[in-house]
């Protein structure tokens, strides 16, 4: 899979693709002896299949560990969050996707504001679209948001 192309609505559809009503495996099976592949080919297929047949287990553990967290440090997870959309923001399929579902949301409520949030017009030269590809989320540079969600994290 490209993960450089992959937009938020192909993750969210594979998502709703997998079964998660499957109960969890057994905790000796889960936690049992690993041992540790020779080739990245078996390292890549055996960590597909790990993740997919132990998927509620995994699940189920991610839940607990952000509980965890939430309980210790709030903070600390608000700011993780906010990390993790400053470097998301670095797709650009990411930040065009994010970029139009905000956009969208304000027309419901501002359309004079969810004008303003159109990104500027590309140049042309000579007929053609500038080679220089900017990428805008809500009329902004990325880097301004990139910036603003890593100052607030």
């Known amino acids: 899979m490209d993960w450089g192309n992959v937009t938020a609505e192909d993750l969210i559809g594979a998502l709703k693709e997998i079964d998660w009503t499957s109960p969890p495996r057994p905790l000796n099976e889960f936690l049992s002896k690993f041992t540790i592949p020779r080739s990245y080919s078996k390292w890549s297929s055996r960590l597909k299949c790990n993740l997919y047949y132990y998927r509620t287990n995994y699940f189920i553990l ?20 906010l990390s993790a959309l400053a470097i998301a ?17 304000v027309r419901k409520f501002s359309p004079r504001l969810a004008a303003k949030m159109r990104p500027p017009h590309m140049p042309v030269i000579r007929g053609r679209p500038s080679a220089k590809k900017s990428v805008y989320i809500c009329g902004q540079p990325r880097l301004l948001f990139v910036l603003l969600f890593s100052a607030g994290s």
């Open 62 to 81: 991610i839940l607990l560990i952000l509980g965890v967290a939430c309980i210790l440090r709030p903070l600390a997870i608000l700011a993780t969050a």
């Open 89 to 105: 923001f670095f797709n650009d399929s990411f930040a065009a996707s994010f970029s139009e579902k905000v956009t969208r949301t």
